[in-house]
């Protein structure tokens, strides 16, 4: 049963536009992550938040930034998308830190830059 | 920093035999492994996990294997079912931190 909610499902977009993507779990988890699949199915750490605050922030373009409101949020923007930033944009919470606990994805936001 | 890596990149079997991926790590410090499936068009989701405390773990028709000389650990799946057609990623960490580090994913087919 989905308990880390993403949206949008989808979004395609043009070369310098700016996006943003919702992610929200009603696990009562801690921790948030951003990860970034790419076309060949390869995960990439992007950011990981633990109760709002920034813990982990892996060396990813500075067009990136997320944003949480309350530990059952994390939302990413992207400033001026580029075409390498295409991929899908799977969002994981967790309850303790994810070097112990099990996460848990959602279904991911597919990103198209024409 | 620690590097996992998946040898199979592909692993295709036919329904009702065994599968073995294998994953290796090279931080001695990683104490956590779990692997992560995820079917075609869908999310990642957790399957299985092993602690550096043990060498060995099952779950119904999933065993982990985990040697910490070798600095190896293999997931094991009998009697394989076409729902078990899926990548599967593994994983290690240190346990102590939210730095978890993901293989490249091994594609998992089974033949009717």
């Known amino acids: 049963e989905t308990a880390v909610f993403q949206t949008p499902n989808y979004h395609v977009t043009q070369v310098g536009n700016e996006v943003s993507f919702n992610c929200k779990q009603t696990l009562g988890h801690d921790t948030m992550y951003w990860y970034k699949q790419d076309s060949k199915k390869l995960l990439k750490i992007m950011f990981s938040?633990?109760?709002?605050?920034?813990?982990v922030n892996e060396t990813v373009p500075r067009r990136f930034s997320p944003q949480s409101s309350d530990k059952a949020h994390l939302n990413l923007r992207i400033k001026s998308v580029e075409p390498e930033d295409s991929a899908v944009y799977l969002c994981?919470?967790?309850?303790?830190?994810?070097?112990?606990?099990?996460?848990?994805f959602g279904a991911g936001t597919r990103l198209s830059v024409l | 920093g620690e590097k996992v890596e998946q040898h199979e990149s592909t692993l295709s079997v036919r329904e009702g035999d065994s599968a073995v991926i294998n994953c290796t790590y090279t931080d001695t410090a990683s104490s956590y492994f779990p692997w992560y499936k995820q079917e075609a068009g869908k999310s990642l989701h957790f399957v299985i996990d092993?602690?550096?405390?043990?060498d060995r773990k099952q779950s119904q028709r999933l065993t982990v294997l985990l040697d910490k000389k070798a600095k190896r650990f293999s997931l094991h799946i009998t009697a394989t079912q076409p729902e078990d057609s899926a990548i599967y990623f593994c994983a290690a960490s240190r346990g102590s931190n939210n730095r978890i580090f993901f293989g490249d994913g091994t594609q998992l087919v089974v033949k009717p």
């Open positions: 092993i602690r550096s405390n043990v």
């Open positions: 938040y633990n109760n709002k605050q920034l813990i």
């Open positions: 994981a919470s967790s309850s303790g830190p994810a070097g112990q606990n099990t996460l848990y």
